[in-house]
């Protein structure tokens, strides 16, 4: 699998299929907010619906795309 995301689709919903760290998976949807790199590694911040924020390494991503548009 991949992903789609990049660090140019800030501002658009999205979910992303990823491990955490202790190796479970994970899903998240919500606006991506930025991509920054932390340690030499590029993350991703998403934003969900309940306003939380998930910080979502990039290697960590086993898949992930755009899905429509931003409701509020």
């Keep these: 699998m991949g992903h789609s995301i990049k660090p140019t ?3 658009k919903r999205v979910t992303l ?3 955490d760290e ?3 998976r994970r899903e998240v949807v919500g606006i991506l907010e930025r991509a920054e790199l932390r340690g ?3 993350v991703l911040f998403v934003r969900r619906k ?3 924020l998930e910080i979502v ?3 960590r991503i086993r ?3 755009v899905v ?3 409701s509020r």
């Design 17 to 19: 299929q990823f491990f």
């Design 68 to 70: 429509g548009p931003v």
């Design 40 to 42: 030499g590694e590029p």
């Design 50 to 52: 309940d306003d939380t």
């Design 22 to 24: 202790q190796g479970a």
């Design 57 to 59: 390494p990039m290697g």
């Design 63 to 65: 898949a992930g795309r």
């Design 9 to 11: 689709d800030v501002g």
